[in-house]
Every structure is written in structure tokens, then in C-alpha cells.
């Protein structure tokens, strides 16, 4: 006749182990809702403006966004990894004077919203624009961070008010990191603090006026600062920043 212990205990690890799996369902369906939750959407207008531009030829892939100078071959491109629960569409006006200046730029769409849960690597994208063979990969914020992990594999790093968590210091990628005055999220401080990650020769590069949000075209964020920039300058700026590192990449 069996004891009653070993069957209590085995009841009590049942309920455990179901508690714990139950627990572990609510996290996940409540990460799942979150990363839907208050995702910050592009501005009709600007948006509007890059949708009816006759220079600029766009396909969405479902990876990702392609936009490309329309009627002419491009060479250099961009990967553009936008930061955390911004939609993609919304950096589209800011980087239009890229691709109206020859770049192809590749907007990706982060799983779940997020880029660090987007594992593809690189060539997922790069992948779409087979033309183009210098690439830089960049990205805003999270994405920015994302774009860290990714630089092994291309020319170049842009960071749009973000900085590295991983080091690249030893990497010999050129590297162009471009952060705002008025940041309340990737502030100055910040962005010097991590310094040290990046290679001897990058080039850092402070937009007076600029704001957190300003890279895109989503509206106010909460935590940022209120930037004193207007929209076209800021697309002005970041046009000529990159354009100028790229023409140095070619």
C-alpha cells in the first residue's frame, strides 16, 4: 500500500507546475498586448507628401518598406530600423531627401513592434534592393541599438538619437551618430556616456533644436523634450548629414 506523502507531493508539484504555467501565459498575452498598445503613428500629411512624390518609387514588401529613386539605379542604401512602437511609415518624409538624392533606403518592420525582438539579420533587407551594394544600416532609438547588432555585416552605421550597447570600438566601420539638443530620451549625456563603444574616428553630430521625435513624424513622445526645430529643417539636416557620409562611403 502506497503512502499518502508521495502522492500529496505529487499533487502539489502538479499545482505548481500549472500556476506556473499560467502565469507564464498572462506574460506573454500580456507582452503581445502591450507591444499593440499606443504604438505612435505616421502623421497623414507628411506621409502624404512622400506617397504622391513622382521621385520616389515605394513597395511595400511586408518585411519592410523599399523606397527608391524612381527612374535610375541607386547604389548606396540605408537600412533603417525604427525605434520602439513608432511605425515605420512615420520616418518616411524625414528620410525622403535621401532617396530624392539617390540613396535607397529600406524602413524595416520590427516584430511585435520592437526591434529587439526582430532577429533577421541584415541580408533580410538588404535582400530587397539587390542594385544597391554599399550599405549602411541604421535606426532611431531601439532601432539604433538594433543597428549595433547588425553593423557587422555592412559598410557603414548611422545612429538617429540612439547609441550602442554593444562594442565597436575594434570594428573599423565608419560610423555617424546624430543625436538632438533637445532630447529628453537619448539625451547628449547619454549619447556621450557610450562614446567609448563606438570607433576613435566616428563622427558625432548634435542638431541644435532637434528633439527625440523630431527624426520621424509621429507626434509629441512622453519624456521628450519640445524641440525648436521645424520639420522641413530637420529633414534639411538630416539629408545633408547622411548624404555627406554616404558620398564618403562610394
Not at 201 to 218: K, M, N, R
Amino acid at each position: 500500500m502506497s503512502s499518502p506523502r508521495p502522492r500529496r507531493a505529487r499533487r502539489i508539484v502538479a499545482r505548481i507546475a500549472a500556476a506556473l504555467g499560467a502565469l507564464l501565459v498572462v506574460a506573454v498575452v500580456g507582452i503581445l498586448v502591450w507591444t499593440q498598445v499606443g504604438v505612435m503613428a505616421a502623421e497623414p500629411e507628411p506621409l502624404a507628401a512622400v506617397q504622391t512624390d513622382p521621385g520616389i518609387l515605394i513597395t511595400d514588401d511586408g518585411a519592410a518598406l523599399v523606397l527608391a529613386p524612381a527612374g535610375g539605379t541607386s547604389t548606396t542604401g540605408l537600412v533603417y530600423i525604427p525605434g520602439a512602437k513608432v511605425d515605420p511609415w512615420a520616418y518616411a518624409a524625414k528620410l525622403s531627401g535621401l532617396v530624392d538624392g539617390g540613396i535607397t533606403v529600406v524602413i524595416t518592420k520590427p516584430i511585435l513592434n520592437l526591434a529587439f525582438f526582430d532577429l533577421r539579420p541584415l541580408d533580410a533587407f538588404t535582400s530587397l534592393a539587390p542594385d544597391v551594394d554599399t550599405w549602411m544600416v541604421g535606426g532611431h532609438s531601439l532601432g539604433g541599438v538594433r543597428a549595433c547588432q547588425l553593423a557587422a555585416d555592412a559598410d557603414a552605421l548611422v545612429l538617429f538619437a540612439s547609441y550602442c550597447a554593444s562594442d565597436l570600438t575594434d570594428s573599423g566601420l565608419p560610423v555617424l551618430s546624430i543625436g538632438g539638443e533637445k532630447d529628453g530620451l537619448s539625451t547628449p549625456a547619454k549619447i556621450a556616456d557610450a562614446r567609448d563603444l563606438l570607433p576613435a574616428d566616428a563622427e558625432l553630430v548634435e542638431i541644435p533644436g532637434a528633439s527625440h521625435a523630431s527624426f520621424g513624424d509621429y507626434g509629441m513622445q512622453a519624456g521628450d523634450g519640445s524641440p525648436t526645430i521645424s520639420d522641413p529643417d530637420m529633414t534639411i539636416e538630416l539629408t545633408e548629414l547622411v548624404g555627406r557620409f554616404a558620398a564618403q562611403l562610394r
